[in-house]
């Protein structure tokens, strides 16, 4: 079974700094990556996925996140962060044999003014 | 598509109690799942149906929990009696199977007292 670590479980920043939220899973033949953002009371959303291609994959709100199979990462990156990003980050990994996508213990990421 | 619908957004009740949580994913999608979150684990997956089969229920804490899905459009999940311990968030959520990202509901939050 797929196991999926988030190493931070709060990043605080201050805003308009770049923020990196980092993921690591265990390794498999072949994995789908996502990223999904939780904000307070609501349900988790997508952000970005990995199914294939090019490694770096982008996300409409300027985040980014690189696949890289030889580390078995998938960290999180933005440039300059707003106040809005503040939010729990989580990190989702399924492979191709069960397709059931397990989450890492989530990052809270702060972003102060 | 109005996306994921969970009922209730919010539940209080007695331990002991029957509590029943219920679902109505995607139209369309074939894949369904029902997350528990909490501080102290995460989100941990309790069962995954796929064409409305139960495919992996290891998750289930005991047998006061169960669910089902008697179509492709309605899931519930069940817990009898209910426990403080079982006080949490509950999430629903649906994909199109295979690789295809989770789409989540608002969740439900269940508090036992």
């Known amino acids: 079974a797929q196991s999926v670590t988030q190493l931070d479980s709060q990043v605080p920043v201050f805003e308009e700094a770049p923020v990196e939220l980092r993921c690591n899973y265990s390794s498999s033949v072949s994995v789908y990556l996502f990223w999904y953002v939780q904000y307070p009371n609501q349900g988790l959303q997508l952000l970005l996925k990995y199914l294939s291609g090019s490694t770096l994959v982008e996300s409409i709100n300027g985040f980014e996140a690189e696949f890289n199979k030889s580390q078995t990462s998938f960290h999180l990156r933005k440039p300059s962060v707003h106040i809005s990003d503040t939010a729990e980050y989580f990190c989702a990994v399924s492979d191709g044999g069960s397709y059931i996508p397990t989450f890492g213990r989530g990052t809270s990421l702060i972003v102060h003014p | 598509d109005a996306g994921v619908i969970q009922s209730p957004r919010h539940e209080v009740t007695e331990m002991g109690q029957e509590v029943t949580l219920r679902c109505k994913p995607i139209?369309?999608?074939?894949?369904l799942f029902w997350y528990r979150q909490t501080m102290m684990r995460g989100l941990e997956l309790l069962i995954y149906f796929n064409n409305n089969v139960p495919i992996d229920d290891s998750g289930m804490p005991e047998d006061r929990f169960s669910a089902k899905m008697p179509n492709a459009s309605f899931s519930t999940l069940k817990i009898q009696p209910s426990e403080p311990r079982d006080s949490a968030v509950y999430f629903c959520?649906?994909?199109?199977?295979?690789?295809?990202?989770?789409?989540f509901g608002q969740g439900t939050r269940l508090t036992v007292v």
């Open positions: 139209s369309g999608h074939n894949s």
């Open positions: 959520a649906s994909s199109a199977g295979g690789y295809t990202e989770a789409f």
